[in-house]
T-cell receptor, first 115, second 112 residues
């Protein structure tokens, strides 16, 4: 059974438009949810970890602006805005039990391409 | 500067051969090390963890950690074509278990 469901899996983003990504957790035993970005060179970079419903965080990185929201115990959202023209980016969510020794489980990722 | 460096960038081994992947960290706060594997079109999946100096063996996979030199390695014996994937070394500190710092990855190809 897949622990994390991400949607959409792929989106063409018109320049200047923001896109909203969802990550749904299927097992509440792994409540620590995070977003990672992965560039075309496959480099993974941590963005946010949000534990509780209502938690929000923002971040600006070269090439995109991010707003993450923990909507419910089972839903994490990511709004990606101001992506650079021609850029392709993958956003992947993860879930874990918290602490340092548990593994993280990753979703299959959402691919964003700016027109 | 990349805090977790992996080598080589890519590696080709014959089926049944041994694959050796290396990882060095530049941050002494990192205490927990992981190897993740990513097949095309999928998310990364944890292969194994190593937190103490020495070797840790799980089936065909053996990880080695030297905390003094912050060096981690992964050895895959009897490599199979299904082992062909992108392998990541990842590290975290004592207060940031969900925030993994990943290396840039090693592409492994196992050929027949």
């Amino acid at each position: 059974v897949t622990l994390l469901e991400q949607n959409p899996r792929w989106r063409l983003v018109p320049r200047g438009q923001a896109v909203n990504l969802r990550c749904i957790l299927k097992n509440s035993q792994y409540p620590w949810m995070s977003w990672y970005q992965q560039d075309l060179q496959k480099q993974l970079q941590w963005l946010f970890t949000l534990r509780s419903p209502g938690d929000k965080e923002v971040k600006s990185l070269p090439g995109a602006d991010y707003l993450a929201t923990r909507v419910t115990d089972t839903e994490l959202r990511l709004q990606v805005a101001n992506m650079s023209q021609g850029r392709t980016l993958y956003c992947t969510c993860s879930a874990g039990t918290g602490g340092n020794t548990g593994q993280l489980y990753f979703g299959e990722g959402s691919k964003l391409t700016v027109l | 500067q990349q805090k977790v460096q992996q080598s080589p960038e890519s590696l080709s081994v014959p089926e049944g051969g041994m694959a050796s992947l290396n990882c060095t960290s530049s941050d002494r706060n990192f205490q927990y090390f992981w190897w993740y594997r990513q097949h095309s079109g999928e998310g990364p999946k944890a292969l194994m963890s190593i937190f103490s100096d020495g070797d840790k063996k799980e089936g065909r996979f053996t990880a080695h950690l030297n905390k003094a030199s912050l060096h981690v390695s992964l050895h895959i014996r009897d490599s199979q074509p299904s082992d062909s994937a992108l392998y990541f070394c990842a590290a975290s500190g004592t207060s940031s278990g969900q925030k993994l710092v990943f290396g840039q990855g090693t592409i492994l190809k196992v050929y027949l």
